[in-house]
C-alpha cells in the first residue's frame, strides 16, 4: 500500500482494526463462558474459572491489546484479513490503494 493514505483510508483502516479486534476477543470470551457453564455444571470448580481468566488475561487479551493497539493498523488489519477474521466483505467500501495493499502483503506474506 502506499505510504500516503487518505484521511478515510486511515479512518477505514481504525475501524476494520477495531472489528477484528473484537471479533478475535469475543471467540476468546466464548471459551471463558464455556468454562463457567462448566462450573455451573460442577465439571469445573471456582478454581478453574480462576486459572482459566488468568490465562486468558495474560495471554491471549494482552496479545490481541499488543496486536491492535500497540502495533500499526494496517499490518494488523492485513494480518486479520490473512487470517480469515476480515472477509473480502468488510472492504466492500474500501479503495483500489487499500485492496492493492492488501494483495500485496498476502503476496510477500506468503513468500
Not at 19 to 44: C, D, F, N
Not at 84 to 103: C, H, M, Q, Y
Amino acid at each position: 500500500m502506499h505510504n500516503s493514505r487518505t484521511k478515510s483510508e486511515h479512518k477505514l483502516i481504525r475501524q476494520l482494526a477495531s472489528t477484528a479486534w473484537e471479533r478475535q476477543l469475543r471467540e476468546e470470551l466464548k471459551k471463558i463462558g464455556g468454562v463457567l457453564l462448566e462450573t455451573e455444571s460442577g465439571h469445573l470448580s471456582p478454581f478453574d474459572v480462576d486459572a482459566a481468566v488468568h490465562a486468558f488475561h495474560n495471554g491471549v487479551s494482552r496479545e490481541l491489546c499488543n496486536r491492535y493497539s500497540d502495533s500499526d493498523p494496517w499490518f494488523a488489519v492485513c494480518l486479520a484479513h490473512f487470517d480469515g477474521v476480515l472477509t473480502d466483505e468488510d472492504f466492500s467500501g474500501a479503495s483500489d490503494n487499500i485492496r492493492e495493499g492488501l494483495k500485496q502483503f498476502a503476496y510477500h506474506f506468503q513468500s
